[in-house]
DNA sequence: TTTTATTGATTGGTATCCAATCTTGTGGTT
DNA sequence: AACCACAAGATTGGATACCAATCAATAAAA
């Protein structure tokens, strides 16, 4: 096992891209190391893991935070991640052979199962592994970090906006990348990686007044002792609109 | 200011990026503590930010090293830097306006007087920083970090490897892809970076053995007590193939 | 010479303490 | 009531001392 720091760091960030840890939250020492029964510095250092991850962000004698990315800068993460796959794509319409895309279609009629099924928490996660498994297709370890990274990032800014998923969109655009980069058809499959990205952010609204909706330790109790592989809770989704919402927006679909 | 680990982390980068710690050699948590008079901890949480950035890897129970990348790797990083610079460079294509193309010429001219000039550490920099500039004009905050990490671990690549650099073809290389892109021919300028990269690491062969020239005292000395803007001392690059530490084995870190 | 055991050094981590800073609550002033 | 100043408390950043586990390197034994 590697550090113990490091492996709060990866509790911590399960618990923020699972929505349980919002954006803003506060990360006190104190508190966190009472949680996991350790000592301060340790929790300090899974805070910078953090903090280097770009998942929270640390001010100087005030602490650490969930971090609450701008809505520049939520841009910028996905033109990153939209410039990463498309690179990526490139690369694979040469290199991947079929076994490579009998694995992406495997995918994608998994989570049209789900889909079918009702079991939307399970094609959310679906949906965003095929992404994962698109880049770790190009067999680059370096690459596949930068991506991953840049998800769980992208996956911190669906706790600041406010809108659901038109999941079957989004699986459609999975099966179309698919087929055209079996075709060969390079600069359609980039431009639908853009647009499949910019589905997402537009529309979207930022709530720059996120309530923390779980206090840490409420919000880190299932993954402590070790439950962690089999209690990959949810989000639990508070209806938006309560006091200090200020009444503005609500949700959005994204464009069928 | 940061915290100091943060500094302390910086300071080591600095070092390896300058070649002044190579890669193998170990960053010893007692001796970097009194070297900048401070406690271990803050010396372990500048190690960790080091490891996060791919600079150090840190093995349990034994310590840290400058990182020793293998040559898959290195073909890795490369291929990413490829990506990311390709990617970035159709994104300029379509949004670079004329002011960014002048900052990218006058850069280029820059170094054409440092080379002429027989400055070859300056041209290796700027060389080096063109890439940087290159990026910076998309005005991504997040791609630009993330290619300065890239780059940074490239820097490190260089200490493995035996070879100089034929500065004027790069150059070259430079000032075509300024030409190509304003003339909106995406596909050779993305070609030209592509065949730029390989071109660094073509021909390069991986020295395994790679002997701590400086020990991290003597390595770190120029930086310490704010020297460090003013004396960004090159790499005293010692020719291969010595007894070098003279039989009394400063640890490699040996591989198998 | 090879193998084994012991010793020493280093790391990962805890507990405790301290200074600097931030936050908060209180009280006085307008 | 609103507002500012200020003291008290809490939190962070860091130092020091200490301990257990593990790795490395030697010394001893076969």
Do not use: W
Request: aromatic content about 4%.
């Amino acid at each position: 096992m590697s550090s113990r720091s490091q492996a709060i760091a990866d509790i911590l960030t399960r618990a923020i891209i699972d929505h349980r840890l919002v954006p803003g939250c506060k990360l006190g020492e104190r508190e966190l190391a009472e949680i996991f029964e350790v000592s301060r510095i340790v929790i300090r250092q899974a805070l910078i893991r953090l903090a280097d991850d770009g998942l929270a962000q640390i001010e100087r004698n005030r602490g650490a935070f969930v971090a609450r990315p701008s809505m520049q800068e939520a841009m910028e993460i996905y033109d990153a991640l939209t410039l990463v796959e498309q690179g990526v794509a490139a690369q694979l319409c040469d290199r991947l052979g079929p076994a490579g895309f009998a694995e992406l279609r495997q995918h994608v009629e998994r989570q049209r199962q789900a889909v079918s099924s009702g079991n939307d928490a399970l094609a959310d996660v679906l949906g965003q592994e095929f992404h994962t498994l698109f880049v770790r297709l190009s067999r680059n370890k370096v690459m596949q970090e930068i991506h991953a990274q840049l998800v769980r990032r992208t996956t911190l800014l669906r706790s600041l906006i406010s809108a659901d998923f038109d999941y079957c969109n989004l699986l459609d655009d999975h099966q179309r990348v698919i087929d055209l980069l079996e075709k060969g058809r390079l600069k359609p499959v980039m431009e639908l990686i853009d647009t499949h990205h910019r589905s997402v952010v537009r529309g979207y609204i930022m709530d720059r007044q996120v309530f923390p909706e779980l206090t840490p330790r409420e919000a880190l109790q299932p993954y402590l002792d070790g439950k962690a592989d089999e209690a990959p809770k949810p989000a639990p989704r508070k209806k938006t609109g309560e006091g200090g919402g200020a009444g503005a927006s609500r949700h959005v679909h994204a464009t069928k």
